[in-house]
């Protein structure tokens, strides 16, 4: 199995080094901390996983995941992750990212803007619209009646399959909803957002949802509302 560089410890980098771990995946995770801030979660997580610095996790994936608050990405070198499969969890939120432009514009969706940044990497957006508890407690067997589906969208069909190999391993069908520029259909405030994947928007009920009810949340998408 490949080894999943995790750039991220937060909630939703838990979660997904816990499922790559129950997958079968070597996990390296890093954060802004430090590697031994993380020596109880990968205590937790078994032999497979092992804390590093953000160097060491962007090398040592063959998949990486950047799970860090928007405003975070640009500290990054842009360099760090050429050559590799980048899956983009980040969400805008100025209040804790700023305001940044050409977001705000719509010039540029929040995966473009990180592709823009990591210009050597090949992104793709996941994860970012559905709570960290539901993507740790909805995942089934492949084949299994009530499998939740997932959305990607990204620009690289490779990218994308190796993206997918990876949802499906922990867990999860996937829809490829198209390119990142109409990735905003599955942002932040969109219908297709968090709450889709709960009853009623509160993660303690959670719910799951088909391709053919994400497309119906995708297509009442309105990007005025962010």
């Known amino acids: ?14 979660v997904l080094a816990r499922l790559a771990v129950d997958a079968g995946h070597d996990v390296v995770i890093a954060n802004s901390r430090g590697p031994e801030s993380l020596a109880g979660l990968v205590g937790e997580l078994g032999p497979r996983a092992r804390a590093a610095t953000t160097a060491e996790a ?56 990180v592709q823009r940044h990591f210009a050597g990497a090949r992104v793709v957006k996941a994860f970012n619209n559905i709570f960290a508890q539901n993507l740790g ?57 968090a709450g889709v994947y709960t009853e009623s928007g509160d993660p303690a009920e959670p719910r799951r949802r088909t391709r053919e009810e994400l497309q119906a949340r995708l297509e009442e998408a309105d990007r005025s509302i962010r």
């Not at 199995?1 to 838990?14: A, D, E, L, W, Y």
């Not at 100025?94 to 940044?100: A, C, F, K, L, T």
């Not at 009530?146 to 990218?159: K, P």
Request: hydrophobic residues 40%.
């Open 137 to 193: 407690e909805l995942q089934r067997p492949a084949g299994a009646a009530d499998r939740t589906t997932l959305t990607i969208a990204g620009d690289d069909e490779e990218a994308e399959r190796v993206v997918a190999e990876f949802l499906d391993a922990i867990g999860y069908d996937v829809f490829d909803t198209g390119s990142l520029a109409d990735s905003w259909r599955f942002q932040r405030d969109q219908p297709a957002y």
């Open 1 to 14: 199995m490949s080894v999943i560089g995790i750039i991220g410890s937060g909630n939703i980098g838990s």
């Open 58 to 113: 962007a090398e040592a994936g063959d998949l990486v995941v950047v799970t860090i608050p928007l405003g975070r990405v640009q500290d990054l070198p842009a360099g760090l992750l050429d050559g590799k499969v980048v899956i983009d969890t980040c969400n805008y939120y100025p209040e804790r990212d700023g305001d940044i432009a050409v977001l705000d514009s719509h010039e540029l969706t929040t995966s473009e803007l």
